[in-house]
């Protein structure tokens, strides 16, 4: 039978621990954590994402707020609106979500926090800060993938683990952190991305996989080892009339598939995605204690 690793007890706790740290860590004189959300205007798959942030921002103690950007923004406005973000005292985490149009230059906006508000872990210094085994934030769906499987009794060290996708925002960071010296992972990684040939193959002699490649059903009993964990990171929206609404979320695990053959799932929704959540609410309670707690300079 196959396991569901479902990551909702696991983001309880997390948002739990998030909670007891502001309420019994606001110096006199200072003030809860703050997060602002950057994102483009109309609905996507991330305004689920939007909405959980704030619910799990009020349930750990920290203030949310959203900023919609102007439909005609260019790039260099967008630069602005970051090095505002990051200029601005009462604010101590900035996250851009993504995935934006490439003309609005996500990275070189990111690049424009510091290290200690890029609480995504996705501009330049955050980056070189985790391949270099130093990180101070990384990406929350990286730290929240492996986090999940951790929870779940994996062991990383000297585990041969595959990744699926190899973005600079999810993939790659999930692999960085699996195998970057000194951060304690220690795993043999293997990843593989849209050019990979014959995906079996590469993923052949892996313990874990983690599919990060937002593509339905591209893991399944052709493509997963028998045995082997699948840490679903994926999230796309599909049609489905038999939902209200008229479209679901699913991953890059097919399930079905995979059941009897795979030693776990994580299911989407309700695996990495909170836990992600989370993790994002943790490292701003981070950022807040690094910029010394809302105290004035
Ligand atoms: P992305 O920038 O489009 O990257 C997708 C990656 O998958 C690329 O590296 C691509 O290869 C690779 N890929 C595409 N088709 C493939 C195939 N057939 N075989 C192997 N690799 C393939 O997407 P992203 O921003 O990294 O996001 C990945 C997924 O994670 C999306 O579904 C996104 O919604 C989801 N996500 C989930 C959460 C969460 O909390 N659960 C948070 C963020 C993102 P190339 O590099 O060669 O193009």
Sequence with gaps: ?????????????????????????VPEGGRPPSLVSVHLPGPSPFSFYLRQQ??????????????????ELTAPALRDVVRALDAEPSIDAVI?????????????????????????GVGAASLG??????????PAVARGAIKLARHHGVA???RRVAVVGRSETVGLPI??????????????????????????????GAEVVFGCAGKPKLLNRSTVPRGAA??????????????????RAVGDADGEDLEGWARAVTPVPGGVGPV???TLMESTVQAWDLLGRGKPE
């Excluded at 739990?16 to 860590?25: D, I, K, M």
């Design 54 to 71: 704030a619910r799990a921002a009020e349930g750990a103690g920290i203030t949310f707020r959203d900023i919609t950007l102007a439909p």
């Design 96 to 120: 851009l979500e993504h995935p934006l149009p490439p003309q609005l230059g996500f990275f070189g906006a990111a690049s424009a926090l510091r290290l200690e508000k890029d609480v995504d």
């Design 230 to 247: 699948v840490v679903d990171v994926g999230l796309v929206s599909v049609p489905d009339d038999s939902v209200p609404g008229g479209q």
């Design 129 to 138: 800060r985790l391949v270099a085994g130093q990180p101070v934030h990384v």
């Design 276 to 278: 992600t959540v989370a």
């Design 156 to 158: 990383f060290p000297g």
């Design 1 to 25: 039978m196959t396991a569901r690793w479902d990551g909702r007890a696991l983001s309880e706790g997390l948002l739990t621990a998030a909670r007891q740290a502001v309420e019994s860590g």
């Design 175 to 204: 692999a960085l952190l699996l195998g970057v010296r000194g951060l304690g992972a220690d795993a043999t990684v293997t990843v593989a991305h849209s050019r990979t040939p014959d995906l079996a193959t590469a993923l052949e």
